[in-house]
């Protein structure tokens, strides 16, 4: 198996790149060398299987969503109401709706998921690692609301951003910013606008 982190990274984001553009169906060794522009066999080389390509593009998607640390340190800038939430979810659904493909990909590892339990175990844990961790960070840094206020965000905002990649005339994008707001307003405790 090679080692070359660089060259690996390059590779999951082609094969991100195949999965949002063709499917899962689409992933093959073969279909992310052509899209790394790198020779036949490169992935082969790097990956065991296909299911470990499928964890591994699991965990690259939650390494490029990662927010930055200058991102981390201003989100407890200033005071902790709901504006500042409502700061927070608008940054929240800007950075992933920026990561498409990469969404999508995830789309692509959920539906693949049901048929795979391992990559089914793997999703779970991360995600409900990812929920926890916001939970955690929102209750912790004082933050108005609770665990219920950061899951009802988490499960309408997810919904948002799926309306917005995968069937934008839904809701157009000039909606997808007071929509936003509306919906922090509507489950956030404190003052209105």
Do not use: C, K
């Amino acid at each position: 198996m090679r080692q070359n982190p660089a060259r690996r990274a390059a590779l999951l984001d082609a094969a991100i790149e195949v999965m949002a553009r063709e499917g899962a169906r689409g992933l093959t060794f073969r279909a992310v060398d052509v899209e790394a522009r790198v020779p036949n066999g490169t992935a082969s080389n790097y990956f065991n299987n296909r299911d470990d390509l499928l964890t591994q593009v699991g965990h690259r998607f939650y390494e490029r969503l990662e927010p930055d640390s200058a991102t981390m340190a201003a989100a407890l800038e200033g005071p902790r109401d709901r504006d500042r939430v409502t700061e927070l979810m608008h940054e929240l659904v800007d950075r992933v709706s920026r990561f498409r493909s990469g969404y999508l990909a995830l789309l692509e590892l959920r539906l693949e998921a049901t048929r795979r339990p391992e990559l089914r175990h793997l999703l779970t844990e991360r995600i409900r690692a990812d929920v926890d961790a916001n939970i955690a960070y929102h209750t912790q840094s004082g933050l108005p609301g609770d665990a219920t206020t950061v899951i009802s965000l988490y499960l309408a905002l997810n919904w948002l951003i799926l309306e917005r990649l995968t069937l934008p005339d839904v809701f157009p994008e000039e909606q997808i910013h007071d929509l936003v707001t509306d919906l922090v307003e509507r489950v956030v405790p404190g003052p209105g606008r």
